[in-house]
Structures are given as structure tokens and as C-alpha cells.
């Protein structure tokens, strides 16, 4: 069974850093996209960050030049770099894997629990 477990999140003030990992596990073989959400309190889910497993990465306007998504597919685990971290950046950071394969056939969509991660002004 695959399994997406999220670590790194915390509390932070304004303009400080925080490393998020998120290590997929289950008899995996590859994993084509990996990817972090965020959702604000009382908003919907939002794209961060994307990375395939060949290295393109896509981000969205409001993190760009603050955050690097990265990945070690050897691990199959993805990392959030979030620097200059906002009081608009608090809430709950999600992931997500997308495609491959496992032991048992081809992956599907899989999301993590979700980490915490607090900016005080």
C-alpha cells in the first residue's frame, strides 16, 4: 500500500525559512509527478509546486523566487524549499503523488496527511 508521509512543518516568523520533505513508501517503483499543496485556513487546496521525475518543475505566481520544490527519486521523496516564508503562506502543506509505478501495477493519485506550517508576522 502506498503511503505519503510529511515532515518539516512548524512555526516560523516573517521572512524566515522552512524545509518540508514528504517520503512516499509501498513497494514503489517510480513516481512520474510529485507535488505540494497548500491550503489556507478556510480556503480551498492550492497548487505550490510540481516536479516530474525528470526534473521539470512548475510552481505557482505567489511562491515563485521564494520556494524550490526537489526531488530524489532514488528515495521517492520530494522536498519544499520555502524561504522569505509570508504570514499569507500559513496553513496546511499537502502531498502528492502522481503516476508510475509499484509493485502491484501503476500508480495512482496519492496524497500525504499534511504538515502545519505557521508564519507570525
Known amino acids: 500500500q502506498v503511503r505519503l508521509v510529511e515532515s518539516g512543518g512548524g512555526l516560523v516568523q516573517a521572512g524566515g525559512s522552512l524545509r518540508l520533505s514528504c517520503a512516499a513508501s509501498?513497494?514503489?517503483?517510480?513516481?512520474?509527478?510529485m507535488r505540494w499543496y497548500h491550503q489556507a485556513p478556510g480556503k480551498q487546496r492550492e497548487l505550490v509546486a510540481g516536479?516530474?521525475?525528470?526534473?521539470?518543475?512548475n510552481y505557482a505566481d505567489s511562491v515563485k523566487g521564494r520556494f524550490t520544490i526537489s526531488r530524489d527519486n532514488a528515495k521517492n521523496t520530494v522536498y519544499l524549499q520555502m524561504n522569505s516564508l509570508k504570514p499569507e503562506d500559513t496553513g496546511v502543506y499537502y502531498c502528492?503523488?502522481?503516476?508510475?509505478?509499484?509493485?502491484?501495477?501503476?500508480?495512482?493519485?496519492?496524497w500525504g496527511q499534511g504538515t502545519q506550517v505557521t508564519v507570525s508576522s
Open positions: 509501498g513497494s514503489i517503483f517510480s513516481i512520474n509527478v
Open positions: 516536479a516530474t521525475s525528470g526534473g521539470r518543475t
Open positions: 502528492n503523488a502522481e503516476g508510475g509505478y509499484t509493485i502491484a501495477g501503476v500508480l495512482g493519485n496519492y
